[in-house]
């Protein structure tokens, strides 16, 4: 029987990401993993010897993602473009104003921590997190559809 994975796990591991890592799910099991690069670095190491043993422990594990077709890289945050979405979302606000004070202020430096900051200031912060989960989601339900991945929208599903 084919796996199925859970929707929701795979949207948690995308939504988690940071620029220092990438999330991987195996085809087979619907196991998902987040590698950070200095495990990936530790992997393509030949001396090993003064490695903790919980490190040392996780290199089969951390050579296989890396080696085997069976894991597939997610999405990364590269790919996601979150200040696009920041942009699409002052567009969806019924507060024309607000919209607009929040695509000015995700111009230029700083643009994340102004978003964050006006968001909670003007009470649309749980607008946003749900207009984020929204589209995590279409971005990882196009991703399993392309790699022929079945997933499930419910709780109990693998992964």
Known sequence: MAVVVSLRSVVDEI????D????????KTGDLYTLQDDEERL??????????D??????????EILESEDWLQLPTKFEIHEWEMM??????LKDETLGEAIRDTIRGAGAFRH???LISRSGVEQK???FKRSALEQIA???LEEHEIAYTREETGTG
């Open 115 to 117: 978003f964050r900051q």
């Open 87 to 92: 942009d699409k979302f002052a567009l969806t």
């Open 43 to 52: 992997a393509e190491e030949d001396d090993l010897e003064d490695l903790p």
């Open 20 to 27: 220092e890592c990438t999330a991987y799910l195996n085809r």
């Open 141 to 143: 339900v196009a991703w």
């Open 54 to 63: 919980w490190q040392r422990d996780s290199l089969p594990l951390i050579r």
């Open 128 to 130: 946003w997190y749900q």
């Open 15 to 18: 939504d988690l990401l940071s």
